[in-house]
C-alpha cells in the first residue's frame, strides 16, 4: 500500500508498517498545504491510505468515494499510540478505497500545571 502520514502523525510510527510505501505530508514538501487541495494531491500521486490526525476533516471535506481509504487516529501523540501501532497497520493493510475510518488508540490527556509542578 502507498501510504501518505499528515502532519502531526509522528514519523516513529514508519517503522512500524514495514511492507508498506510510506511517504509524509512534510517529505512531500507539502506541509501547509489546506486539506482540499492536500487530498486532490494525494490523489494525484495514487496513494492508497492516507492516516491524519484531524478528527473534523469528515465535517469540512468530501471523503467517502476518494480512491484511497482514510484513517482517522483519535490521538497523534506518540507515547498514547505506540500501544495500538499493530492496530494501526492492521487498519492500513485491510483499508478500502473510498472508505473513512477512525482508529482508536486512546486520547492525549496533558497533565495539569499542578501535575507538572
Not at 500500500?1 to 516513529?12: A, N, T
Not at 517503522?15 to 501547509?32: I, N
Not at 487498519?91 to 500545571?113: D, H, N, Q, W, Y
Request: contains cysteine.
Amino acid at each position: 500500500m502507498k501510504v501518505c502520514l499528515d502532519e502531526g502523525v509522528p514519523r516513529k510510527l514508519v517503522l512500524f508498517l514495514s511492507g508498506h510505501d510510506v511517504h509524509t505530508v512534510v517529505g512531500k514538501g507539502w506541509g501547509g498545504i489546506k486539506n482540499g487541495a492536500l487530498l486532490a494531491l494525494l490523489e494525484h500521486e495514487g496513494f492508497d491510505v492516507f492516516l491524519t490526525g484531524d478528527k473534523n476533516m469528515p465535517y469540512q471535506q468530501p471523503l467517502v468515494g476518494r480512491p484511497f481509504a482514510v484513517l482517522i487516529l483519535s490521538a497523534i501523540n506518540w507515547p498514547v499510540i505506540r500501544p495500538h501501532v499493530d492496530k494501526i497497520a492492521a487498519a492500513i493493510a485491510t483499508a478500502e478505497p473510498g472508505t473513512v475510518t477512525m482508529i482508536e488508540c486512546g486520547v492525549f490527556l496533558p497533565r495539569s500545571k499542578s501535575e507538572s509542578d
